[in-house]
T-cell receptor
Framework: EAGVVQSPRYKIIEKKQPVAFWCNPI?????LYWYLQNLGQGPELLIR????????DSQLPKDRFSAERLKGVDSTLKIQPAELGDSAVYLC????????????FGEGSRLTVL | AQSVAQPEDQVNVAEGNPLTVKCTYS??????LFWYVQYPNRGLQFLLK??????LVKGSYGFEAEFNKSQTSFHLKKPSALVSDSALYFC????????????FGKGTTLSVSS
């Protein structure tokens, strides 16, 4: 069974440029998460989807960040425009549902903003 | 509000010795508790979880964790450490009543010397 797939693995951009990250969850997983991980820190939730509905986006900086999960499968996280402080690893995870299920994580997309 | 604390940034043990990585949590209701491990430049991997029942939970790679409700702790343990156990470990909690997403601690780096 394929795991959670994320792309790109690494991205270097200049500030004020846009960037997008893509995630394909494990097949059949209804719940999809985007987490932000700063160096030396634990993951912090940005947004959680149940199927195609964003049920928790309270930590998503909506002035520059947007996300979508059309058709309830893969998802895209976008930043426009990027700022220096956005340099971090963006982790995607999925689970069967929101119960006591463990999350399965992708390998992350490391963003460097110059 | 829910939170997780990992009081040690780093734990150092010699190979073959027992290891403990500490975690305390705070939730308004009853918790689901998880441990994840992260190797350099990789996503998080699930180790074990506590849902209900036996306070001692066994997981992958010989790890186990003990749930202590009175001390609101969920310490990760292993009887005999391996050099290959060296990695970054995260404790995570979710309030089963609140329906919120998984909240992670800031992580503890485990270093096992040969």
């Amino acid at each position: 069974e394929a795991g959670v797939v994320q792309s790109p693995r690494y991205k270097i951009i200049e500030k004020k440029q846009p960037v997008a990250f893509w995630c394909n969850p494990i097949s059949g997983h209804n719940t999809l998460y985007w987490y932000l991980q700063n160096l030396g820190q634990g993951p912090e939730l940005l947004i959680r989807y149940e199927n195609e509905e964003a049920v928790d986006d309270s930590q998503l900086p909506k002035d520059r960040f947007s996300a979508e999960r059309l058709k309830g499968v893969d998802s895209t996280l976008k930043i426009q425009p990027a700022e220096l402080g956005d340099s971090a690893v963006y982790l995607c995870a999925s689970s069967l549902d929101q119960g006591p299920r463990e999350l399965f994580f992708g390998e992350g997309s490391r963003l460097t903003v110059l | 509000a829910q939170s997780v604390a990992q009081p040690e940034d780093q734990v150092n043990v010699a190979e073959g010795n027992p290891l403990t990585v500490k975690c305390t949590y705070s939730v308004s209701g009853n918790p689901y508790l998880f441990w994840y491990v992260q190797y350099p430049n990789r996503g998080l991997q699930f180790l074990l979880k506590y849902i209900t029942g036996d306070n001692l939970v066994k997981g992958s790679y010989g790890f186990e964790a003990e749930f202590n409700k009175s001390q609101t702790s969920f310490h990760l343990k292993k009887p005999s450490a391996l050099v290959s156990d060296s990695a970054l470990y995260f404790c995570a909690v979710r309030d089963r009543q609140a329906g919120t997403a998984l909240i992670f601690g800031k992580g503890t780096t485990l270093s096992v010397s040969s």
